[in-house]
């Protein structure tokens, strides 16, 4: 479980920030759930490796983790996994999925439609959300619903953050569909070319997350909120990083734009202490 906990923690995620809010059992879950959705994603992001390699190795880490909930697999966090899996009743079908959005990022490094990039974005993020509830603890069905539209809300707004990171690796994420609309070419934004259609490209796609975020919220039944503050949490903590990234119009290219630890924790904290006694 330490070694699970020092992944989160050194990821500097956010994740982390409201994991340690949980009791300490769910935390420990939350820790391990997290190690495998870091695991899994740094098969990919990881090195120069070439993508034949990055293929085999995420179809070792499906088979070992297929044989940690069968019996025993050669990775000791797959079988700290399975064991939280198993505990927790946490559907197995997100954790597969997980990995096959990974793989579409040795696929492919472009989109053409948003409905393409809303399956990306459901199997990295809202999967997360699904194995998630599981830990946290729910009573009405359309919680899952809350997992689901939660997860392409946080995954869009990370999008917008990272365009130019991710553009420096080879990755465009904006649908070729939307960039066509707003006349944004794909060199401009390899080369970094910030200009008003860039802005109302990215305007646009905003409007999209918060129509997820404004879902997510609808699907929230007030019974579920004091046993998902940590999703709530994170909730609050991207719903900022977005308004951040409007406030300075989406001028991503000239320097970082993020929450600040302080704001973080100051969120997180909120939205503990509003639920805390109900929890």
């Given at each position: 479980m330490e070694a699970d906990r020092q992944i989160s923690k050194k990821s500097k995620s956010n994740f982390y920030l409201a994991f340690n809010l949980l009791p300490e059992e769910k935390r420990d879950a939350m820790n391990t759930v997290y190690a495998f959705c870091r695991k899994t994603d740094d098969i990919v992001d990881e090195g120069n490796e070439p993508d034949e390699l990055k293929y085999r190795k995420l179809h070792v880490w499906r088979v070992e983790l297929e044989k940690s909930i069968s019996g025993n697999s050669a990775y000791p966090i797959l079988n700290r996994l399975a064991k939280t899996i198993k505990h927790f009743n946490i559907p197995l079908e997100p954790f597969f999925d997980l990995i096959k959005g990974v793989e579409m990022d040795i696929q492919q490094k472009e989109y053409l439609?948003?409905?393409?990039?809303?399956?990306?974005?459901?199997?990295?993020?809202?999967?997360?959300?699904?194995?998630?509830?599981?830990?946290?603890?729910?009573?009405?069905?359309?919680?899952?619903?809350?997992?689901?539209?939660?997860?392409?809300?946080?995954?869009?707004?990370?999008?917008?953050?990272?365009?130019?990171?991710?553009?420096?690796?080879?990755?465009?994420?904006?649908?070729?569909?939307?960039?066509?609309k707003f006349d944004v070419s794909k060199s401009q934004i390899i080369d970094g070319g910030y200009d008003d259609n860039f802005k109302e490209l990215m305007y646009y796609e905003a409007e999209r997350a918060k129509g997820f975020y404004a879902k997510a919220d609808n699907a929230l039944d007030f019974e579920d909120k004091p046993s998902l503050f940590a999703a709530r949490a994170m909730q609050h903590i991207y719903f900022r990083l977005l308004k951040k990234l409007e406030a300075n119009e989406f001028d991503i290219f000239s320097g970082n734009i993020n929450v600040s630890r302080f704001e973080k924790t100051s969120l997180a904290l909120g939205v503990w202490t509003k639920y805390a006694l109900i929890y």
């Open positions: 439609k948003f409905d393409d990039l809303l399956q990306y974005c459901y199997r990295v993020a809202s999967t997360v959300g699904l194995m998630s509830i599981e830990v946290f603890g729910y009573k009405k069905k359309s919680t899952r619903d809350y997992a689901v539209n939660l997860g392409l809300a946080l995954q869009l707004t990370n999008i917008l953050r990272d365009v130019k990171k991710d553009a420096e690796i080879g990755r465009i994420y904006l649908p070729q569909e939307d960039m066509r």
